[in-house]
């Protein structure tokens, strides 16, 4: 039980009618002893942890569910402009399903036959081409276009008409290296010095008159490999050598792909096909017709990159995939800088 203060303790402690001091002494016995202890000190806080406090991540959690209960509630009501116009990139199944593992397991077949005039040596078949089966399948090249405007074929002819030309106009294919690819960059050095050699072989068996590299980078390896020349300033147009152990002719013609930027049109391109034919003819001892006149065209080189960048971004809007497998010999990189742009790596 609690001590109970003496009777008038608490009117003589506080009542002071004069306002005066009063020196009031507690009776005896009052306080108890213990009462008026002072209040043991409060613990200093804990000290405060760095980083968020506990508890912050389960409110953001609960806010978090709240907002998208409040959100499924209210989407069917309105929707983001933004949301409307956001565009779903499109798939392009180029080759109908069949993969590009399973492409790069085919080869393209040489047009390869005895006494033909001419003989179009490609670097190696691309996606497209391996697809296709045909050589030049590809809506951007600019090789059966000039085929016709030069007159070395009398109608206009596309890829599927390839197996036709010895026969018809004394015209074959082949590729330095047998090996499809995406692109000329993914060959490596060795198999293109080796492909070489192949090449050569092939050359020495048919005896051509003509061999006709599509690109003069693929001359240029080529010629290194079997003469021990490195060309440093290159002519379009019939070369120096011959095929060894023959009599057939080299000549060097600018890629027919429209990405090449030294010549993006195709009329850019035919001056030499018509050279080429006039080659053929003499080699033959034909008299040119007067039928095909060549037409002087006016080139400003850089207009022309400016005519090749705008293709490209064109026909990559049309197909996004394609500029890896358009189905020519040589990808625009190769020419683009004067420079062959293959791969170094030693397989």
């Not at 303790?9 to 202890?37: A, E, M, R, T």
């Not at 050699?197 to 050359?203: E, S």
């Not at 290194?224 to 060309?231: A, N, T």
Request: proline share 9%; charged share 25%; aromatic share 8%.
């Amino acid at each position: 039980m609690e001590a109970q203060p003496p009777p008038g303790y608490g009117q003589q402690w506080y009542h002071n009618p004069s306002q005066q001091p009063v020196d009031v002494q507690p009776p005896d016995g009052y306080p108890p002893p213990g009462l008026l202890q002072p209040a043991p000190e409060a613990a200093p806080p804990p000290k405060r942890k760095r980083g968020r406090p506990a508890g912050t991540q389960q409110k953001k959690s609960e806010a978090a569910g709240t907002k998208k209960a409040k959100t499924g509630k209210s989407k069917g009501k309105q929707e983001k402009i933004t949301d409307s116009f956001k565009t779903v990139k499109r798939k392009i199944d180029r080759f109908n399903g069949t993969t590009e593992a399973e492409l790069l397991t085919k080869t393209l077949p040489d047009i390869l036959t005895y006494g033909l005039d001419i003989v179009i040596i490609g670097i190696n078949p691309g996606l497209m081409a391996a697809y296709k089966g045909h050589h030049y399948p590809g809506p951007g090249n600019h090789f059966w276009k000039c085929l016709f405007l030069s007159g070395l074929i009398d109608v206009p002819l596309n890829h599927m008409d390839d197996r036709s030309l010895p026969e018809k106009y004394g015209i074959g294919f082949t590729n330095m290296v047998e090996r499809t690819t995406p692109g000329s960059k993914d060959l490596k050095s060795k198999e293109i010095r080796e492909g070489g050699k192949i090449l050569l072989q092939k050359l020495q068996k048919y005896k051509p008159r003509i061999a006709v590299f599509n690109g003069k980078c693929i001359y240029e390896i080529f010629s290194k490999e079997v003469f021990g020349v490195k060309v440093k300033k290159m002519e379009f147009g019939q070369q120096p050598h011959q095929i060894p152990e023959g009599e057939t002719v080299i000549y060097v013609m600018p890629s027919s792909s429209a990405r090449c930027a030294q010549f993006p049109r195709a009329q850019d391109k035919v001056h030499y096909y018509i050279k080429l034919k006039e080659l053929r003819n003499h080699l033959k001892g034909v008299k040119s017709s007067a039928e095909v006149s060549e037409v002087e065209y006016s080139f400003d080189l850089n207009k022309a990159q400016a005519e090749a960048k705008k293709m490209a971004i064109k026909e990559e809007k049309y197909d996004p995939g394609y500029e890896a497998a358009y189905g020519g010999p040589l990808e625009n990189t190769a020419e683009t800088n004067g420079q062959c742009n293959f791969a170094t790596t030693e397989p």
